[in-house]
C-alpha cells in the first residue's frame, strides 16, 4: 500500500523534473549506446573470424594412415559418436576411378571418386547432394576439362578382366552439381558410397544385381579406410585419441587447430576484458550519477520522512525513479545501437557474404545490458535512498 | 485578556508532553551548544510560545518535541497524544532506533511548520496540504478544501507551490500540518520570512484554526511582539554563555 504511494510520489516528481530526467536518460544512453555498438562489432567480426576457423573443414578432417578393415556396423558405431560431424566408407582406391565421356563432344576423362553423402563439408550446403547410382557431383576442373555443367548427363564406364575376358560396363551419369574449386583440386567427382560399392563389385568380379552386372556372388564387405569430419576442432583431439585406443593410427592438423584455438582462447579474453572493463565503468559512472541525484532531494526525502514515510519507502522513492532512469536510457541506448549497426551492416554490405553481419548481438546481450543497469541502478539508488533515509529528519530538513 | 494571565502557567489540560532532564549538546567549529530542559510539561489543548533570539535552541527544542531529532540525554521523555493516563516512552524508541515507529506517531498525531519550504514542489497546493493525509490513507473528503478556504487558498489549489508567493507557501504549510487532524501542531517561527504586516495576520490565522479545531500549539518566534495579542503561554528560558565563551547553555523550563 505504501509502496504504491510512494510509486506515485516518485512518478509525479519524476515527471516534474521532466527535463533533468530527459538528461539523466541521455546521460545513461551516452554511455550504454556506445558501448553496445562496440559490443556489437567486437561480437559480430570476431564472432565471424573464428567461426570460419572453426568450421574450416580442413581442419575438422581426420585421416586414417595406411588401409585398415572396417565393417558397416563399426562406421554406423562411429557415426553415431556426438564429436563425429561426418563420417562416409572408402572403398579402395584402386577401384575408385571412372572413365567419363561427353558423348556430344566425345572427350573421355578418367576421375577420381570421392564418396560423399548428404552433409559432405566440403561440398555448400546450398548444392544437391550425390545419390544413388545416377547422381554425381563433378569436381570444378572435371567440368571445365569435359565442358559440362550441372544438368548435364556423362557416360560413365568402368572395364575389367574377367574369366580371361576384358569387359566394360556403361551408366548414364547425371551431374547434379559442380562442386567449387577450392573443395577438390584434382579432376574427381563425388559420388554416393553405393555406387562406389558397385564398381568395386563389378572390378572384383562380383555380381551387381541393382545394375544387372554379371559375376561371382558377393561376400562380407569391409572398406579400407573412410572420410570422417569432426563435429568442431574441439572434438578432433578427443576423436584422435580414441581411435589411438583402437589401434587405427590417424593424421589431423593438430598444428594449425592449436593455432585456432589459441587465437580463438586469445580473442575471447581480449573481448571479455574490455567487456568488463566498460561494463564496470558504467555501472559506476551510472550509479555515482543517480547517487548525486538522490543527496541533491535529501531535503525532499527529508519531508517524505517528517510526515511519517518509512524508511523502506524512503529507499524505494529513488529506486522508482532509477528503474525509470534504467529501462528508458537501455531502451534510448539498444535504439542508438540499432541505428548505428544498421548502417555499419550497409556500409559494409559489399564486402559481406550473404547473412553475414559486422555488427551483431544476440538477444541476451541485450538481456545482459539491461539486467546490468537496473542492478546498478537500484543498488546506488537504494544505497542513496538508504542513507537519505538514515539522516535526522532535522537535519535533512534544515539543509540550505 | 491581561499579558499577566497569559503568562501565568495552566495545567488544566492532561499532560500531553513530560518531559525530564532531556539535553542535546551539539557542536560546531569548536563552540558548543547545550540545550538542557530540567522539567517541562505541556497540557492538551494548551497554547504554548516560546520566544527567544536566533540561536537560542528553539529549533533544537521544537524538533525534539517532533521527533525529528534525537535527545542525546533523556531522564523522561513521555508523550500522550490523547491525554491519557498511559504514555509512549519516546526516550525508548529512540534509544532502540525506531525510526519508523516514530515516523508513525509523527503521521498521526502532530503537525509540522517550518520557517520556509518543506513543501513537495512536483505537487500541487491541494497534493501537498492532502500528503499528510495520503500517507495515512484517510479518505478524499472535504476537509483540505474547507481548509483552504478559511486560509485563503481556494484559487491557488492546482497550481505547483512555485507559483505562490512566500505568504502563500507558508499559509500551505500550515494546512499542511492541520489537514490530518493531529493531537499538536509544531510551529518553527512559521512568519520569519515574511513582512510584519504579512506575519501578523497569518500568525492570527494560524492560531485561530487550531483554536478552532481544538488542537495544542507550540510556537517559536523571535518576536513576542506579533504574538502577545494571542493568548499564548510563554515558556520560560535563560541563555547564559561560560567564561570562556566555548559554551552556550539554554535551560527551558515550564
Ligand atoms: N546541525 C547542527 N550541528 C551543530 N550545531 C547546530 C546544528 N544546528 C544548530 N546548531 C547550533 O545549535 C544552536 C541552537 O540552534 P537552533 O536550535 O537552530 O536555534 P534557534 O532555532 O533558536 O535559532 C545554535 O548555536 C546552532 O549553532
Ligand atoms: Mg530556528
Redesign the pocket.
Known sequence: MRLFKVIRLATRDYRHEGQMSGFYILALAAVLGPMMVLFGLKFGIVGAMVDSLVEDPRNREIRPVGSGRYDAAWVEAVRARPEVGFLVPRTRSIAASMDLNDSSVGRILRVELVPSAKGDPLLPARLPTPAGYQRIVLSASAAKRLGVQAGDTVDGSVARRFRGERERVHLPLTIAAVAPAAAFGREGAFVAVPLLEALEDYRDGRAVPELGWDGSAGEPRTYPSFRLYARSIHDVAGLKLGFEKQGIEVRTQAADIELVQRMDRNLSSIYWAIAVIGLVGFALSLSASLWANVDRKRKELSVLRLVGFRTGDIMWFPMVQALYTGVLGWGLASTIYLGAAEAINQLMATQLAAGQTVARLLPEHYAVALGLTLVSALAAAGLAGWRAARIAP??GL?EL | MSELQVAAPRHDGAPIYQLRDVIKT???DG?G?Q?RVPQLQIGLGEKIALI????????????MLAFILEPSQAARFQFHPGGGREGLNIADHWRHARRNRLGDLRSQHIGYVMQTGGLLPYLSVRQNMNLSRFVQGLPDDDTVTDLAKELGLSRHLDLKPAALSTGERQRVAIGRALAHKPSIVIA??PTASLDPFAAEKIMSLFIGLVEELNITVIV?S?AWRHIKRLGLRRLAHQTRRTSDGKL?E?VVTG
Not at chain 2, 58 to 63: M, Y
Open positions: 532535522s537535519d534544515r | 551539539r557542536q560546531s563552540i551548544f540545550l527567544g533570539e536566533s540561536g537560542c535552541g528553539k529549533s533544537t527544542l521544537l524538533d518553527d517561527e517559536a523571535h552556550t539554554t
